[in-house]
């Protein structure tokens, strides 16, 4: 009986465990912070039991992992440094949906001399887009041709049935995550160039692109695209773009809320003494007569702007208090975006993945792919969100549990015995890409 450890019982938890449960020969503890939450997703299922978990408890937490094969992290990768030490430690393998940062990179060499797998990056951004794009890639290779143009793309979003709020956008996770990843800087390559994008400037740095199925998206740069030229063998490219997908005005909305400062962690208020509208008009400056006014002024825009309109849907401009004791700005908005952005029960949301390569061939062919995903959520039942990012890492889990990963260390899933079985039983779950190609002769 191999036993699997799920840490964190949050938004894209249950598909997870819903689908080691119904593998046999695996027992599943999931462990939360909250055991109710966990209990709900394991349910009266014989194959897996919930547990209260601190992770802030060092020895609670190295016990947990004690009693397991392999340990799936769903929590923020701030958490994952300390998990994958007690893994290293405990000789225990480990699986996370998270960007491998630097303090995750510091366990390769010791993990790799164990022969323990640390998988990261496992789930649909970054993940399923790794995968399939290195199945491109290695086909593009095995031909004879080498990839000169790669752009990738991916974003989750109400599905157009269910976009029905001013700002186009839900949350199938935590808010926090998006707004945090509204500072990020970015970098890219432009026909050899290579262009860097500050965090300041992220929403006002964005192209309209046309994706089959889902029409034309806003696509802003995704971090930094420079180093997976290494990582997927593709360093002869002369463009290479990661970016991220949103309905058609959300970089120009975002960008507004950066300049109120609306992501701003430092800034605090007792918030069960003064209204959101109080602290926008501290922040602009404003005298408290004319808010409105005072905050068109200091965005340089007029006073029926579409952005006014929102902040007033989201409730910033009224005079009622939110009650959440004393907090951050940053805080404040994510409980407003939390409350007001939400999928109600039996709405859908839409994943959309959307890679385009260029290949050239020895004979001249220039042949250039599109491989696009377009997966929707189940009404009632999981969100895309929830289905892209919890089954591959519950796939991944299970290969690694039956000793079906070979590559050892702080990995992602850029090779063939990841990818290929892991990508044809996504499909079998109708989680797949939809691929076209256009050859032209070239001189």
């Known amino acids: 009986m191999k036993k699997i450890l799920i840490i964190g019982a949050g938004l894209v938890a249950r598909p997870a465990v819903q689908y080691l449960l119904d593998q046999p020969g695996f027992h599943v503890t999931v462990a939360d912070q909250v055991k109710n939450k966990a209990a709900e997703i394991v349910g009266d299922n014989p194959g897996g039991n919930a547990i209260c978990l601190d992770v802030n408890d060092n020895l609670s937490l190295k016990n947990t992992i004690a009693d397991s094969d392999v340990v799936v992290s769903l929590l923020p990768w701030v958490f994952h440094p300390v998990i994958a030490k007690f893994c290293l430690e405990l000789n225990k393998h480990l699986i996370t949906a998270s960007y491998v940062k630097k303090e995750m990179q510091a366990f390769h060499e010791k993990a790799r001399e164990k022969k323990l797998v640390f998988l990261n990056e496992m789930g649909v951004d970054p993940g399923i887009d790794h995968m399939a794009a290195m199945k491109i890639i290695n086909e593009v290779k095995m031909a004879g041709g080498e990839v000169t143009r790669f752009c990738s793309y991916c974003g989750g979003l109400p599905a157009p049935e269910n976009n029905n709020n001013p700002l186009g956008y839900k949350f199938s996770w935590s808010p926090d995550g998006v707004m945090l ?9 432009l026909d050899g160039k290579i262009i860097n994008v500050s965090g300041q400037d992220l929403f006002r740095h964005y192209d309209l692109i046309t994706i089959p199925g889902a029409g034309v998206l ?44 609306l992501l701003n962690q430092k800034n605090r208020f007792d918030f069960n003494e003064v209204t959101p509208l109080q602290v926008l008009a501290k922040i602009v400056k404003s005298p408290g007569l004319e808010v409105i006014k005072d905050i068109a002024r200091y965005l340089e825009i007029s006073e029926h702007s579409l952005i006014l309109k929102k902040l007033e849907w989201l409730g910033l401009l009224n005079a009622e208090k939110i009650n959440i004791g004393t907090a951050s700005v940053f805080d404040m908005f994510a409980h407003i975006l939390q409350k007001k952005l939400v999928y109600n029960e039996n709405e859908k949301d839409l994943l959309v993945q959307h890679h385009e390569f260029t290949a050239r061939y020895p004979d001249g062919r220039q042949e250039k792919i599109n491989s696009t995903m377009i997966n929707a959520g189940i009404p009632g039942g999981d969100s895309s969100m929830s289905r892209t990012v919890g089954l591959p890492v519950a796939i991944a889990a299970k290969m690694v549990a039956e000793g079906k990963i070979n590559h050892h260390g702080v990995i992602i899933p850029i090779y063939k015995e990841i990818y290929d079985p892991l990508l044809a039983e996504l499909e079998i779950m109708d989680i797949k890409f939809k691929e076209t190609k256009l050859t032209n002769e070239t001189s």
């Open 218 to 261: 806003e696509a802003y740069v995704n971090r930094d695209a420079l180093p997976y030229m290494d990582l997927y063998g593709i360093n002869s490219v002369k463009n290479m773009f990661r970016g991220t997908l949103r309905n058609i005005g959300s970089c120009e909305t975002w960008d507004y809320f950066k300049k109120l400062d």
């Open 181 to 189: 990843a509204a500072n990020n800087d970015g970098r890219y390559l």
